[in-house]
């Protein structure tokens, strides 16, 4: 292992055992898996999209949501890419939800639906750092030129090679700031 950061912890562990279940997401009455090697992908891939939105080192990615697949997957790319996550609580104010963005100077925020984008959406212009925002899976698309579906999100990967990310996870140092937690 390079170093021991929890984004190079995660690609050690998909190589070592890429078909054993990372997580599990309930769907209909039974409980789906989803591989180290699937997960870690998706990690990358958000994490080359990050950089394709020009995500730098020492910046944070707000999180407005409850957990779920995609809040974990852009926390550990978050890390990857040289920043941080920050969680915000979906019983937020507008307000307060401004508060965190703007404290955090966050270009990006990930939101679990419209119900979330319209706090964002109601403070957005005191917000002069937000320049993304991506939807969860699940979320109708949202006509605004600030935002974007999830799978259009990891689309804008694609256009940033792997060695990119890999790079960034590569020079992390293990005392690096891993998260913003705001209570």
């Known amino acids: 292992m390079a170093t021991d950061t929890i984004p190079n912890r995660l690609l050690e562990r998909a190589k070592k055992t890429p078909n054993d279940p990372a997580y599990y997401v309930r769907q209909g009455?039974?409980?789906?898996?989803?591989?180290?090697?699937?997960?870690?992908?998706?990690?990358?891939?958000?994490?080359?999209?990050?950089?394709?939105?020009g995500f730098e080192p020492g910046q944070t990615v707000c999180i407005l949501?409850?957990?779920?697949?995609?809040?974990?997957?852009?926390?550990?790319?978050a890390m990857g890419a040289g920043g941080a996550p920050a969680g915000i609580y979906t019983t937020?104010?507008?307000?307060?939800?401004?508060?965190?963005?703007?404290?955090a100077e966050a270009p990006i925020i990930?939101?679990?639906?419209?119900?979330?984008?319209?706090?964002?959406?109601?403070?957005?212009?005191?917000?002069?750092?937000?320049?993304?925002?991506?939807?969860?899976k699940g979320?109708?698309?949202?006509?605004?030129?600030?935002?974007?579906?999830?799978?259009?999100?990891?689309?804008?990967?694609?256009?940033?090679?792997t060695r990119a990310y890999l790079d960034r996870v590569e020079t992390l140092k293990p005392d690096a700031l891993a998260t913003l937690i705001y209570t």
């Open 29 to 53: 009455g039974s409980w789906k898996p989803t591989n180290w090697g699937s997960y870690s992908d998706e990690v990358t891939q958000a994490g080359r999209a990050l950089l394709a939105l």
């Open 110 to 136: 990930l939101v679990e639906n419209e119900e979330q984008w319209r706090k964002v959406q109601a403070e957005r212009s005191n917000m002069p750092n937000l320049k993304h925002v991506v939807t969860m």
């Open 139 to 161: 979320c109708p698309a949202i006509a605004d030129d600030m935002v974007m579906t999830w799978e259009e999100f990891l689309a804008k990967g694609d256009g940033v090679e």
């Open 92 to 103: 937020c104010s507008p307000v307060e939800v401004r508060y965190i963005v703007s404290h």
């Open 65 to 77: 949501g409850f957990n779920r697949p995609e809040w974990a997957v852009v926390d550990i790319a």
